[in-house]
């Protein structure tokens, strides 16, 4: 994997992703009680979503405001 230098998030980019992940938690717990046969591809769902939390939360870390000293 190669590393990449991220761009600063603004203030308000901060905040639509932070949404963003708590509506994937959100998702993602609604969907831990189904059976897999109940939904055609629950499995390849829920890897998506644990992916795109993974990523989401990446980014806030790798751009995160650096503490003023």
Same mark, same amino acid.
Not at 30 to 43: R, V, Y
Not at 47 to 65: G, H, I, Q, Y
């Given at each position: 994997?190669?590393? !990449?230098?991220?761009?600063?998030?603004?203030?308000?980019?901060?905040? =639509?992703? +932070?949404? +963003?992940?708590? =509506?994937? %938690?959100?998702?993602?717990?609604?969907?831990?009680?189904?059976?897999?046969? /109940?939904?055609?591809?629950?499995?390849?769902? %829920? +890897?998506?979503? =644990?992916?795109?939390?993974?990523?989401?939360?990446?980014?806030? !870390?790798? +751009?995160?405001?650096?503490?003023? /000293?």
């Amino acid at each position: 994997m190669v590393a !990449r230098k991220m761009m600063g998030l603004t203030r308000v980019e901060r905040e =639509k992703i +932070t949404d +963003t992940v708590l =509506k994937i %938690q959100s998702a993602r717990t609604s969907l831990e009680d189904f059976e897999d046969d /109940k939904i055609p591809d629950l499995e390849g769902m %829920q +890897t998506c979503l =644990k992916d795109a939390d993974r990523n989401l939360r990446m980014a806030l !870390r790798l +751009t995160s405001p650096k503490p003023n /000293k």
